[in-house]
């Protein structure tokens, strides 16, 4: 409520609080299309096509502020729709995504934690604009993104420029490394299907477990499969139940068992910087016990 009422405020009065934080002192040449579409495409086709008027109506010096565009982005094959807060179009052809939080802004900074987690959001949203910008004659999309929080103790918007420029690197990364569904599906037995009206529910199982499973704990708070793939994974003694971070600790080391046996000395590089970490992780575990041992 917090967040939605001061959004609510920024936007105010034809976003006049918000362009002033831009720098945009007038706002009779300040334009706000109507992005009013039938269903989540309908929307991204008009925001793409405000985003390219925008940038048209530049030339002629005039500002345009888009509230709560939609934008389309291909996540491993498929459309996913996002949504930011706003997006700027000045008269060069820049387009700025405008971020806006409800945490504070203290002395002219906010909590490290949260701007992170804001610039990894809106550098979603930045890597979405350039596929627009990319058709786009005369646009430019910012690689630093406009935060917007309540000042100090109060609710008066102040504003902050966010360089998500290195976010953008991870996006992409992460974005490439990602399993195509058209490869997902290529790899499955032959006249598998998910259909729920004719198929029994053992079918159902089997056609689940013939999908490979990459399970972490964060999978708990948004798919509903996870238990079912925490199932999997704890089955198959997967180090990846116990988290990513982990995960990536370990090294070559997959499973429980290779791991505890690392660590008793019976497997294992003892170069490997993971294999002695455990070594010496049992080591002092084995000395404690003896001296609390001792100490009974």
């Not at 094959?77 to 971020?99: I, K």
């Not at 610039?119 to 786009?136: D, I, M, N, S």
Request: glycine share 8%.
């Amino acid at each position: 409520m917090r967040g939605n009422a001061f959004e609510a405020k920024v936007k105010a009065d034809g976003g006049a609080e918000l362009l002033r934080l831009l720098g945009v002192d007038g706002r009779e040449d300040v334009r706000v299309p109507d992005l009013a579409a039938a269903g989540p495409q309908g929307r991204a086709a008009r925001t793409a096509l405000a985003l390219r008027e925008a940038t048209e109506a530049g030339g002629e010096g005039a500002w345009s502020l888009l509230d709560h565009p939609m934008l389309a982005l291909e996540v491993a094959g498929s459309p996913a729709y996002l949504e930011p807060d706003a997006v700027v179009v000045s008269p060069d052809g820049r387009w700025t995504v405008v971020e806006i939080k409800s945490f504070p802004m203290i002395d002219g900074s906010a909590d490290a934690a949260k701007v992170g987690a804001a610039a990894r959001q809106a550098a979603v949203y930045v890597l979405a604009l350039e596929r627009v910008a990319a058709l786009t004659q005369g646009a430019e999309v910012a690689h630093s993104v406009l935060l917007v929080c309540p000042r100090d103790f109060s609710n008066q918007p102040t504003g902050s420029v966010v360089d998500v420029r290195k976010q953008l690197s991870v996006t992409r990364r992460q974005l490439a490394r990602l399993t195509r569904i058209e490869d997902i599906a290529a790899a499955l037995p032959e006249g598998v299907t998910f259909d729920v009206e004719t198929c029994s529910a053992d079918q159902l199982s089997a056609a689940v477990d013939a999908v490979p499973h990459a399970y972490a704990p964060e999978c708990l708070a948004a798919c509903e499969l996870a238990f079912h793939c925490r199932d999997r994974a704890r089955s198959a003694g997967a180090v990846e139940a116990l988290g990513r971070s982990l995960r990536g600790e370990l090294g070559g080391l997959t499973t429980v068992g290779a791991v505890l046996s690392a660590a008793r000395g019976e497997t294992g590089d003892p170069d490997d910087p993971a294999v002695a970490a455990l070594r010496r992780a049992a080591a002092l575990r084995a000395e404690s016990l003896e001296e609390a041992g001792a100490c009974r």
